[in-house]
C-alpha cells in the first residue's frame, strides 16, 4: 500500500505540494494564535506605523521580534491581523464555495436526472445568472447589506452567485451518466430514481465534485477579497480582503510601507497556489484523460 502511495504521488505532485503549502497556512493560523497575542490586530493596540522590529533602528537591537511584520497606521500589529484574519478568509470561501456547490449538486442531479419543466426552468435560470456580471451583483447585495456586516453574511453574500457554474457543470455530467449502460440496468432492475442517484451517480461523481469544490472555493475567496478591497466587506474583522482595503486607503504604497501590503499579498498567493494545486490534482483524479502512468 505504501508503494502504491508513493507511485500515485510520483505522478501527481500537484496534489502534494497543494496540500503543504494549505497545511503551512493551517499551522500559522493554529500554532500563532496559540503562541502569539492575537488580540493586538485591534485598532491603537501598538504604535502605529512601525517597520518589522528587525527593520527597525529603535527596536533592532534590544527587541527585534517585538512586531515581526510591523504595524499599520490603525496601530494593529500585522502579525496578529495575519493570524486572525487568514482562517476568517478561508472560512468565508469554505462557506460560500461549499453551499455553491451543494445548491448546485441537488438542482443539478434533480433537473438532469428527472427533466421535464423543472429542468427547463432550472437552465434557463442558469444562463440568463451567467449572462450578468457577478461582480455587479455582489456588489449590490455588499451595499444592501452595508450596515454591520459580519464576515457570515459577508460569504452567504457570495454564496448568493456561487451555485450557478457549478449547476450547469454538474449538470452535463448527469446528462451524461444517466444514459450509460449500468444506470439502465439499475433501471430496468427496478431501483427507485433516488436510488440510482445516490447509489449509482453520485459516487462515480464523487471526485468531479471534490475538484469543483476546491475550484468554487477559490472563486469564492477571490471574489470575497474583491470586495473587501473595494470597501463592501465587514470592516471590523481582520480578514485579508479588509487588510488590502486599508492598505489603499492609507495609501500604504505610496508610503513605501511594505511591510503592510507585503504579508497580505504573500499569503494570498500561497494561498491561490496552494488551492489552484489541490484543484489541479483533483482534476486528475476526476478525469481519466489526465492521467498519467508511472
Known amino acids: 500500500m505504501g508503494n502504491g502511495v508513493w507511485r500515485y504521488i510520483r505522478r501527481n505532485p500537484a496534489l502534494l505540494i497543494g496540500a503543504i503549502m494549505l497545511l503551512a497556512l493551517l499551522l500559522f493560523s493554529l500554532v500563532g494564535s496559540a503562541v502569539y497575542d492575537t488580540s493586538k490586530y485591534r485598532p491603537l493596540s501598538v504604535p502605529p506605523g512601525r517597520p518589522p522590529s528587525w527593520a527597525d533602528p529603535l527596536t533592532r537591537d534590544t527587541n527585534p521580534w ?153 472563486a469564492a475567496i477571490f471574489a470575497s477579497i474583491g470586495l473587501e478591497a473595494l470597501g463592501l466587506g465587514p470592516i471590523d474583522s481582520p480578514t485579508l480582503g479588509m487588510t488590502i482595503y486599508w492598505v489603499i486607503y492609507y495609501s500604504a504604497l505610496l508610503h513605501g510601507m511594505w511591510w503592510w501590503f507585503g504579508p497580505p499579498i504573500a499569503i494570498i498567493i500561497l494561498l491561490f497556489v496552494g488551492l489552484f494545486s489541490v484543484s489541479a490534482g483533483l482534476d486528475e483524479v476526476a478525469n481519466p484523460r489526465l492521467r498519467r502512468t508511472v
Open 66 to 218: 517585538q512586531y515581526p511584520l510591523g504595524t499599520d497606521n490603525q496601530g494593529r500589529d500585522l502579525m496578529a491581523v495575519m493570524i486572525a484574519g487568514t482562517p476568517l478568509t478561508v472560512y468565508i470561501g469554505v462557506l460560500a464555495g461549499g453551499l455553491g456547490i451543494l445548491i448546485g449538486t441537488v438542482l443539478a442531479f434533480t433537473s438532469a436526472y428527472f427533466g421535464g419543466w423543472f429542468d427547463s426552468l432550472v437552465r434557463g435560470v442558469v444562463d440568463v445568472g451567467l449572462t450578468i456580471p457577478g461582480l455587479i451583483i455582489l456588489i449590490l447585495f455588499a451595499v444592501a447589506f452595508r450596515g454591520g456586516l459580519n464576515v457570515t453574511q459577508m460569504a452567504l453574500i457570495v454564496a448568493a452567485l456561487a451555485w450557478l457554474g457549478p449547476t450547469r457543470t454538474i449538470r452535463s455530467q448527469v446528462l451524461t451518466l444517466r444514459e450509460r449502460s449500468w444506470v439502465q440496468v439499475a433501471r430496468l432492475s427496478g431501483m427507485s430514481s433516488v436510488g440510482i442517484i445516490f447509489k449509482e451517480l453520485l459516487p462515480n461523481l464523487l471526485p468531479y465534485l471534490g475538484a469543483s469544490l476546491v475550484g468554487s472555493v477559490t
